[in-house]
């Protein structure tokens, strides 16, 4: 069965809890344009914690690109037409917050950025894991290209 992912996003029905960590991010936003492509996005279940998934060890692959206020997520699984997902963004030195277009709900990240690399954690979204779309956690490792 093929899993996916754009639904996820357009699926936020669950806004993310973005908790206060000691991680650190881009001092303003301007840090954050530009493409970035993920060597890691995992999905884990809230109900059953050793149920992962993770897409980009699986074939596929998840673009991120942030203009001045927009975003863009292009994920391409194997065999399938690209998926892409566009809406605004907004980001403090630890958060993440993305809300696609047309949606009254968004999710948050806990961010960290260190140099080239964008480490996103604890996005809450749905996810088909056996065929039904279940509470998720989001994970997910970019690197600027």
Do not use: Y
Not at 18 to 24: D, E, F, L, P
């Amino acid at each position: 069965m093929r899993r996916s992912v754009f639904f996820v996003l357009v699926a936020f029905a669950i806004i993310g809890a973005a908790g206060c960590k000691s991680s650190t991010g881009p001092e303003d936003e301007a840090g954050l344009i530009g493409t970035w492509r993920a060597t890691q996005a995992e999905f884990v279940s809230v109900a059953n914690s050793s149920t992962r998934v993770e897409i980009i060890g699986q074939g596929s692959t998840l673009t991120l690109v942030f203009e001045t206020t927009n975003f863009t997520l292009t994920i391409d699984e194997p065999d399938a037409e690209p998926d892409v997902t566009t809406g605004t963004w907004s980001a403090s030195k630890d958060v993440l917050t993305l809300t696609p277009s047309g949606a009254s709900f968004n999710t948050q990240f806990d961010m960290t950025q260190s140099g080239n690399t964008l480490t996103l954690r604890d996005g809450h979204v749905q996810f088909d894991f056996h065929g039904t779309f279940e509470e998720a956690i989001l994970n997910m490792v970019l690197t600027r290209q």
